[in-house]
């Protein structure tokens, strides 16, 4: 399977949508309730804030596409938070592919991306319940740091900090 990594436009909204809804329901889908993930989905997703984002010069945003179906099947944003530092927002790949290289494929172009901007280390957070995250990451070569609390929803939830030094 070939995997396209390009940027993100506003006509890739929805696809984005449909990827982070089915991401986050088989990733949390044992350890959140649904109106959690509901919540978070509608806040975290909007349209609106997506499109922002897609649009925004400083926010690096990238779609993978099948080259088979030319679908959206996974995507990415990050944006340099310090002068050292690039924070990866958002990594997400439909479930379907999960363990076929797109998440892969999107964090080495935001590893380029952020090489381009000259600075020493990626860092992020990702939610303790899920194990398929930090499984990605460890695997990555991020190193796991802090623990953390991080608000979904209105509620706490366990976090950890990983970093990636470039």
Known sequence: MSVEIREATADDV???RDVARDSWY???G???EPSTIEGALGEYYDPELIEAGVEHDD?????AESGDEESVIGFASAEQTWADEVELHTIYVHPDRWGDG???ALLDRI???ATEQGVDRIACS???ENSVGIGFFEASGFRRGAEAKGEIAGELHDEYEFELEL
């Open 26 to 28: 088989a990733a949390y």
């Open 14 to 16: 929805a696809a984005i």
């Open 102 to 104: 797109v998440g892969a």
């Open 30 to 32: 044992g350890s959140l």
């Open 126 to 128: 990702v939610l303790a």
């Open 59 to 63: 926010i690096a945003f990238f779609v």
């Open 111 to 113: 590893r380029r991306w």
